[in-house]
């Protein structure tokens, strides 16, 4: 079975600067979706950038971006310039491929503060 | 981006009722739809999968007799507590699935507080 595990259940940033979140899955599939959701004290789940496992390309959406190791099974998001409002709790998320459900599987999330 | 929604967005009850919740995606149609439940700091659990005109997937432990889903259309998913208790509290989130091509992505909704008194 598929796990995801974010090791990182905190993670601190000071406002402007960088961060990275840590993400590592297993899975024996080779194609598949990689996802980072972000909720906010809303609790509204936000897409924040997605990567196809075939794309040998590092997926990115503006100041997120990420790592995407596939061999070493490593999805890590990196948030540059960081605002207030990137305060979350951020999940990393795999989905496999042509999957007639299509459920997701969640890591534990990692909470984001940032210091202004 | 694709929108979810989710309603009501909170919900007080007395011990013993029925409530429900309802699940639309506004802007496409949604081959499955989900159910999960999320406690204070923690991950979300999946609780179910629902595809339209079909009865739902339901996770192990959680009971479907007491959690009742039905799939209407491709853009609404409604999921019933059925006599809720106050361990029923609990925020409870939707999400929708769009797949098109080689994308295949959930949208969420924005969530239900449940609280049972």
């Known amino acids: 079975a598929q796990t995801v595990t974010q090791s990182q259940p905190e993670m601190s940033v000071q406002e402007a600067e960088t961060v990275t979140l840590s993400c590592t899955y297993d899975?024996?599939?080779?194609?598949?979706?990689l996802f980072w959701y972000k909720q906010p004290p809303s609790r509204q789940m936000i897409l924040v950038i997605r990567?196809?496992?075939?794309?040998?390309q590092n997926a990115t959406e503006n100041r997120f971006s990420v790592n995407f190791q596939k061999a070493a099974k490593s999805f890590s998001l990196k948030i540059s310039d960081s605002q207030l409002g990137d305060a979350a709790m951020y999940f990393c998320?795999?989905?496999?491929?042509?999957?007639?459900?299509?459920?997701?599987?969640f890591g534990k999330g990692t909470k984001l503060s940032v210091k202004p | 981006g694709a929108v979810v929604s989710q309603h009501p967005s909170w919900v007080i009850c007395k011990s013993g009722t029925s409530v429900k919740i309802e699940c639309r995606s506004l802007?496409?149609?949604?081959?499955?739809m989900f159910w999960y439940r999320q406690f204070p700091k923690q991950s979300l659990m999946l609780m179910a999968t629902?595809?339209?005109?079909?009865?739902?997937?339901?996770e192990q432990g959680v009971e479907k007799d007491k959690f009742l889903i039905n799939h209407a259309s491709l853009t609404l998913s409604t999921l019933t507590v059925t006599s809720a208790h106050p361990e029923d509290s609990s925020f409870y989130i939707c999400?929708?699935?769009?797949?098109?091509?080689?994308?295949?992505?959930?949208?969420f909704g924005p969530g239900t507080r449940l609280t049972v008194l």
């Open positions: 999400s929708a699935r769009w797949a098109s091509g080689s994308l295949d992505t959930q949208y």
């Open positions: 899975t024996s599939e080779s194609d598949y979706y």
């Open positions: 990567q196809e496992a075939y794309k040998q």
């Open positions: 998320a795999y989905l496999e491929y042509g999957g007639s459900q299509g459920n997701l599987i």
């Open positions: 802007d496409f149609q949604a081959t499955t």
């Open positions: 629902s595809n339209e005109g079909s009865k739902a997937t339901y």
